[in-house]
T-cell receptor, first 114, second 112 residues
Framework: GPKVLQIPSHQIIDMGQMVTLNCDPV?????FYWYKQILGQQMEFLVN????????KSKLFKDQFSVERPDGSYFTLKIQPTALEDSAVYFC????????????FGPGTRLTVL | GDSVTQTEGLVTLTEGLPVMLNCTYQ??????LFWYVQHLNEAPKLLLK?????KRTEHQGFHATLHKSSSSFHLQKSSAQLSDSALYYC???????????FGTGTTVSVSP
């Protein structure tokens, strides 16, 4: 079936540094999402992106976070600067459209901030 | 606010026995309910999505029925297989919304 890829699978960085998480969504999908999962907790929605814009974001999507998808390449989540509480697994998802259809998830990037 | 509750953190059972995972939800809106399954080191994948009230949906031997009267969407399978060992998430999305709201997940461990 359709696959969402995420690069890298693991990332370890020092607090205060910048990190970019990359997502290669399903090719004909138009809606993109990031979710955050802290160890032992449920996945929580961060942001939805469509047509070059953030359409919806949660309170977890701090000012230090940004998303973009330049020229149809990777859909990225950038955190600058990182904080200890940003340590989590970040899942990317994409969907063809809204309205009850499936969101396809990637395997996640485990981010550790030291 | 909107929420999803999965009461079991871990379910252990023997191959061939039935399995039922609980999922209840709270929302003020018309919603879609989903079950996602995540095998170790893999991406979460959609297992089931809800249909209309009181209608059963089935996929890969699993089934669930949305009951709006009790705000539930429990997942069931009549005979568990070893390959069913995984993490199962119940999630909701209200109509017109974009975000999936997840429960805490239930780990299912099936032994021979």
């Amino acid at each position: 079936g359709p696959k969402v890829l995420q690069i890298p699978s693991h990332q370890i960085i020092d607090m205060g540094q910048m990190v970019t998480l990359n997502c290669d969504p399903v090719s004909n999908h138009l809606y993109f999402y990031w979710y955050k999962q802290i160890l032992g907790q449920q996945m929580e929605f961060l942001v939805n992106f469509y047509n070059g814009k953030v359409m919806e974001k949660s309170k977890l999507f701090k000012d230090q976070f940004s998303v973009e998808r330049p020229d149809g390449s990777y859909f990225t989540l950038k955190i600058q600067p990182t904080a200890l509480e940003d340590s989590a697994v970040y899942f990317c998802a994409s969907s063809r459209r809204l309205g009850g259809v499936e969101q396809y998830f990637g395997p996640g990037t485990r981010l550790t901030v030291l | 606010g909107d929420s999803v509750t999965q009461t079991e953190g871990l379910v252990t059972l023997t191959e061939g026995l039935p399995v039922m995972l609980n999922c209840t939800y709270q929302t003020a809106y018309s919603t879609f309910l989903f079950w996602y399954v995540q095998h170790l080191n893999e991406a979460p994948k959609l297992l089931l999505k809800s249909s209309t009230d009181n209608k059963r949906t089935e996929h890969q031997g699993f089934h669930a029925t949305l009951h709006k009267s009790s705000s539930s969407f429990h997942l069931q399978k009549s005979s568990a297989q070893l390959s069913d060992s995984a993490l199962y998430y119940c999630a909701l999305r209200y109509q017109g919304g974009r975000a999936l709201i997840f429960g805490t997940g239930t780990t299912v461990s099936v032994s021979p």
